[in-house]
């Protein structure tokens, strides 16, 4: 923070772009937002919510590892994403937020070869479920029980947009075919394009992974259950129960599946027979922006002599709401290197 904060203190107003407005889009410009004071952020994006991936979301923080990503990495993203969410939910924020506490299984059909995760530290409470506990699951050998947060996804969104918007940034719904197109009108670009990336720069390492889910009404369900395998789970949240899923590579169909919502009700079932009652069932599908790492860094883009400064913050699969603060952060950080280059060069120039 001491390169944010010496910045937004030295220099003139900057101009900040970012490109995105789903979870990862709008946490990054809130925390730019909030953490470098004299810089004016823009949010640009074709989609805002309710018509986002993250919209579709379970907002479940579990997270999901990236093979390119250090776990000591992944590991402190999760735990600034959570301290940050836990704060919120013990403030008057809570509703408006979407924000609550549940607790919960992550069962095993096999002991697992990490009995304890790399974040079992930082959720509520963790432990090895009882034998007692067990016998709800007499199909799975082994489990692991805590308690955790869960984000309603677009009351969440809303309620960053609303943050966004009281620190004075603007919004706009505007189709972005070329970055080089904010030239001139920003200083600095944010890419937070998820799975649009792809065709915007070409990155070819990032991927759709398909997932479909149900919405179902069964407020008796309190308590999540994750299967290790992490296709199967049922998340309680606050206007309804997510029911999952699939996970299709490489698939790029927004059409619902009956097979698959047959599948996913039946798998659900089984774990949680009563929610053979459950009613008003909603499908919803949506396209996780899969690729090895999570791609956050920054980027000087050259074209007729002249540069665009950007900063890239994609890529994050499955598991965006449990490290979206902590990849937010370390994306400000990158923007405050960029200012701060940006100053050095605006001061030579004046010499």
């Known amino acids: 923070m001491g390169i944010v904060n010496k910045c937004s203190k030295q220099m003139a107003k900057r101009r900040i772009a970012v490109v995105g407005a789903g979870l990862i889009g709008l946490s990054t410009a809130a925390y730019i937002s909030e953490s470098i004071p004299k810089c004016s952020v823009t949010v640009i994006a074709e989609k805002f919510t309710p018509n986002t991936t993250s919209d579709v979301a379970a907002g479940m923080l579990i997270p999901h590892t990236y093979q ?14 959570f301290d940050y969410l836990f704060a919120i939910n013990n403030s008057s924020e809570a509703s408006d937020a979407g924000i609550h506490l549940v607790s919960g299984w992550q069962i095993f059909k096999t002991i697992p070869d990490e009995v304890l995760p790399f974040w079992s530290d930082v959720v509520l409470g963790f432990r090895s479920m009882t034998e007692e506990e067990l016998k709800k699951f007499p199909q799975h050998k082994f489990g692991q029980a805590f308690t955790t947060l869960k984000c309603d996804c677009p009351s969440y969104l809303l309620w960053l947009e609303k943050r966004l918007k009281g620190n004075g940034s603007q919004v706009y719904i505007r189709r972005i075919e070329d970055l080089w197109e904010l030239h001139g009108k920003y200083d600095i670009v944010v890419n937070c394009s998820g799975i649009g990336s792809r065709e915007l720069l070409g990155d070819l390492e990032i991927y ?10 069964a407020p008796w369900v309190n308590h999540f259950i994750r299967d290790g395998d992490g296709l199967t789970y049922i998340y309680p949240g606050i206007h309804n129960v997510t029911l999952g899923g699939t996970r299709q590579k490489d698939n790029w169909s927004f059409s619902p599946d009956p097979n698959s919502s047959k599948d996913i009700f039946d798998r659900c079932c089984a774990l949680e027979p009563s929610l053979q009652r459950a009613q008003d069932i909603k499908v ?6 899969a690729r090895l790492a999570v791609r956050l860094q920054k980027e000087i883009l050259v074209r007729d002599g002249k540069q ?10 499955s598991g965006g709401f449990s490290v979206h603060r902590g990849t937010a952060k370390e994306a400000a950080r990158l923007v405050g290197e960029c200012l701060a280059a940006l100053e050095g060069s605006s001061s030579k120039a004046k010499l």
């Open 208 to 217: 759709p992974v398909r997932g479909q889910v149900l919405k179902v009404h």
């Open 68 to 81: 390119g990503t250090p776990i000591y990495q992944q590991k402190q993203w999760f735990r600034e994403t």
């Open 308 to 317: 665009l400064p950007v900063v890239h913050n994609y890529g994050h699969g």
């Open 284 to 289: 919803r599908v949506g396209l996780r922006p």
